[in-house]
């Protein structure tokens, strides 16, 4: 803490408090980088930024048009976005991470796809999964990294890639497998993904259970 900055609104607060409080802490944050320093910002949440944006500009007289949301918004949401990163000089740089509050899982919502289209990458959290008990309950096949390919070897990339394709068939294939309509042997890409698919979620998981956090390729 004796390095962190908290900037905070809370909800019994006026809209346009609530988002000149992202905007401060955005401001905050790009002071230390022109220091030089490397700045983490953690911003939870987007959405209420979004929300506070939409009703100061509701009133102000913006027609709403994006499922409730006036069409600046999505020139706010960039715009802040695009502040983060390194300066125009100096070594300093920001590092931001974005949560963003999807209602019903949706993705195709306004500030989830605003968002989605606009930063390096994105981590997908998903309720099903967090239901069976597997945590982070991130959602491999959802999420994206646009750096992660030059973040990794040629072979690390390579292993990667087969694990989401495996992941990815044993999605398609869930539901006929848990139904037990699929046959063993009727598809060999099928049972390659239903044999590595514990191992590969128990990777995934912060405590795998035994004997299931490997999985061989």
């Known amino acids: 803490m004796a390095r ?5 609104a809370t909800s019994d607060q006026s809209p346009l408090m609530r988002k000149r409080c992202l905007l401060s802490a955005m401001t905050v944050a790009e002071y230390f980088r022109d220091l030089g320093k490397h700045v983490l910002l953690l911003v939870d949440s987007v959405t209420r930024f979004a929300e506070a944006h939409r009703e100061v500009a509701l009133a102000s007289g913006e027609v ?9 918004t999505a020139h ?15 070594p300093g740089d920001i590092t931001a991470v974005f949560s963003v509050l999807v ?9 989830a796809d605003i968002i989605r289209g606009t930063v390096d990458g994105h981590v ?3 309720r099903e999964i967090a239901e069976r008990g597997r945590y982070p309950a991130v959602d491999l096949l959802r999420s994206v990294s646009r750096s992660l390919p030059g973040a990794a070897t040629d072979a690390e990339n390579d292993v990667i890639t087969e694990a989401r394709r495996l992941l990815s068939i044993y999605d398609q294939a869930e539901m006929m497998i848990h139904a037990g309509l699929y046959v063993a042997g009727s598809d060999p890409q099928i049972d390659r993904a239903i044999r590595l698919w514990p ?15 490997k999985a061989s390729f």
């Open 103 to 111: 209602a019903g899982s949706d993705m195709e919502e306004p500030i």
């Open 76 to 90: 706010a949401l960039m715009s802040l976005c695009e502040r983060a990163g390194p300066g125009s000089d100096g």
């Open 199 to 213: 191992g590969l979620d128990g990777f995934l998981a912060e405590s795998a259970p035994p004997g299931g956090n």
């Open 64 to 72: 709403a048009s994006l499922r409730g949301y006036p069409p600046s």
């Open 124 to 126: 997908v959290l998903s």
């Open 4 to 8: 962190a900055v908290v900037v905070t």
